[in-house]
């Protein structure tokens, strides 16, 4: 089973300049998540779509969480993403007109995109979620996940953002105290205490582990 990726972008109706939104977003996913991340093919569909494919949904959830990080922090820009773990079926021969894939992975990614629009009531809101076929205990733990990193991302400023993604980038705390002119301890209560830190680990410990 693989993990295909649909996205959209938030309001894109809202732009004026519709043709420079797609091309940021759009590049933002090829370096994001296929050039700098563990896409196996990355790259917009039609209309305000994308879509990427990966062979391990954690790695899916790893790089989208960074690519929604970067847009939100350098373009504020959001986007709403659909992952779906199942099958895919490539299409070959001469018919121009049939899809050049299928299957269970698309078809949930595409669910998982239309769940995410529609946050039910009583739940924090959702900025993308997961359908898919496998271990439902797995599928939920991922799930969780979600709901967990929106959750405390609802919470950061512009700040918290670029500081987020600087630190998942490979910056450590002392480069963000240069660069803020404030104390250690400053820049320290701050990661915690708008939960940077648990975001951050939250994210590594998908693929990684969180370093000590």
């Not at 050039?35 to 209309?47: C, D, F, L, M, N």
């Not at 949930?108 to 898919?132: F, I, Q, Y």
């Not at 705390?173 to 240069?178: R, T």
Request: charged share 20%.
């Amino acid at each position: 089973m693989v993990t295909a990726v649909l996205l959209d972008v938030v309001a894109s109706r809202s732009y004026q300049d519709q043709a420079g939104l797609l091309r940021t977003v759009a590049a933002a996913v090829a370096d994001v998540l296929l050039h700098a991340g563990a896409a196996s093919s990355a790259g917009p569909t039609i209309g305000d779509e994308l879509q990427a494919m990966y062979d391990e949904a954690s790695s899916a959830v790893h790089d989208t969480a960074r690519l929604r990080l970067h847009l939100a922090a350098e373009h504020g820009i959001d986007v709403r993403v659909g992952f779906g773990v199942g099958d895919v079926v490539t299409t070959t021969g001469d018919d121009a007109a049939a899809p050049a894939q299928s299957g269970s992975a698309w078809w949930h990614a595409r669910s998982a995109l239309e769940a995410a629009s529609a946050t039910p009531r009583g739940w924090p809101a959702r900025g993308w979620w997961l359908e898919g076929d496998g271990d439902a205990a797995t599928l939920n733990a991922l799930r969780a996940v979600l709901i967990a990193l929106d959750t405390i991302a609802a919470r950061f400023d512009d700040d918290d953002r670029r500081h987020a993604l600087r630190l998942l980038d490979g910056a450590q705390q002392v480069d963000l105290v240069a660069d803020a002119g404030v104390t250690q301890s400053t820049m320290s209560a701050r990661l915690h205490r708008h939960g940077v830190y648990g975001w951050l680990r939250t994210v590594q410990t998908l693929t990684a582990g969180a370093t000590q």
